[in-house]
């Protein structure tokens, strides 16, 4: 089958038909519908679609011909705009994201780890971050080069855990199940590192402008 054509279907997905078979009325090459629903039947998989000029014949991939609908640009840019709003809706349970901010750009910008690895500091306190970097730095580097960083852990750490508070009490998740807790703690700062990695740059601007008059 050529690349592209009759690709594995979802309810929801807009396509293009290129054939239909031998059905009486056939839909027209080049019409769009969205399906509707997927049947598994006793000749295999058909699709239900709603056609844009009002039919409703089903496809079926052994006798039919589609193609997914090609987003325009507006649409994708609309798309992605959706996702990062999801994803950035983390930030909406905690009182002050900008300590969370402060203390992560500020661990990107120390360079003492990959920051694919930036959930695991998002549970770390001062205390602990300052475990972290001894043996790995003399204590002079320490203090010349990572107090304000360590000093930022704790407020940090205080936000996130207020941010899960508020998560789970929006969502009606119990506090008696401290394993159900750290899990959903766990959940929590994955979700903050996905929002920071994939939003970095709208993140970086929205805090330097309600910082600028620091």
Request: proline letters at 3%; zero cysteines; a negative charge.
């Amino acid at each position: 089958m050529t690349k592209g054509i009759n690709p594995e279907l979802n309810i929801g997905d807009k396509i293009v038909i290129l054939h239909m078979g031998e059905e009486p009325n056939v839909v027209p090459i080049g019409t769009k519908g969205e399906v509707t629903g997927i049947s598994n039947t006793p000749w295999g998989i058909q699709y239900q679609v709603k056609w844009d000029n009002g039919s409703s014949l089903d496809i079926i991939p052994e006798v039919d011909f589609w193609r997914l609908e090609k987003k325009s640009i507006k649409e994708s840019m609309l798309d992605d705009l959706k996702k990062k709003k999801d994803v950035l809706n983390i930030f909406k349970y905690m009182n002050n994201p900008d300590v969370v901010l402060n203390f992560l750009f500020s661990l990107q910008s120390s360079g003492i780890t990959n920051m694919l690895e930036l959930s695991n500091f998002l549970t770390m306190g001062s205390n602990d971050l300052r475990r972290f970097l001894i043996g790995r730095y003399s204590d002079e580097e320490i203090e010349d080069r990572y107090e304000e960083l360590i000093d930022a852990a704790d407020p940090m750490r205080n936000e996130v855990i207020s941010g899960l508070m508020n998560y789970m009490k929006d969502n009606d998740l119990s506090y008696d199940d401290m394993d159900k807790v750290n899990r959903e703690f766990q959940k929590f700062v994955k979700k903050i590192a996905t929002a920071y990695f994939t939003s970095y740059d709208m993140l970086k601007k929205r805090f330097n402008n309600s910082n600028s008059d620091s």
